[in-house]
């Protein structure tokens, strides 16, 4: 069974910026394709980011420019490089997978975690 967990979140001053990790195992890694999600009071889950199998990646136009997915197959995990965080950018991020090409999709997914971003 995949299990995916989430490292890295926490607080910080609008235009700082925080890295998150989401570490895989249970399954071969390189086959999946990985997405950064996150749910914020009030609002619908949106995705983040995703990067498949082949390394091609693909943003939220709320984010792009900003933040960054990278994955690293020999070490089965999934990063996420959020730079000039915005208060609208707080919320409880997870990382989720699915087999490659079935990006945004949280067939699998961690707990999660808090990303708080203060005026």
């Known amino acids: 069974q995949v299990q995916l967990v989430e490292s890295g979140g926490g607080s910080v001053q609008a235009g700082g910026s925080l890295s998150l990790s989401c570490a895989f195992s249970?399954?071969?890694?390189?086959?999946?394709?990985m997405t950064w999600f996150r749910q914020s009071p009030g609002k619908e889950r949106e995705g983040v980011g995703a990067v498949d199998s082949d390394t091609s990646k693909s943003y939220a136009d709320s984010v792009k420019g900003r933040f960054t997915i990278t994955r690293d197959n020999a070490k089965n995990t999934l990063y996420l490089q959020m730079n000039n965080l915005q208060p609208g950018d707080t919320g409880l991020y997870y990382c989720a997978a699915a087999l490659s090409p079935r990006c945004y999709s949280d067939r699998f997914r961690g707990q999660g975690t808090q990303v708080t971003v203060s005026t």
């Open positions: 249970g399954d071969t890694y390189r086959r999946y394709c």
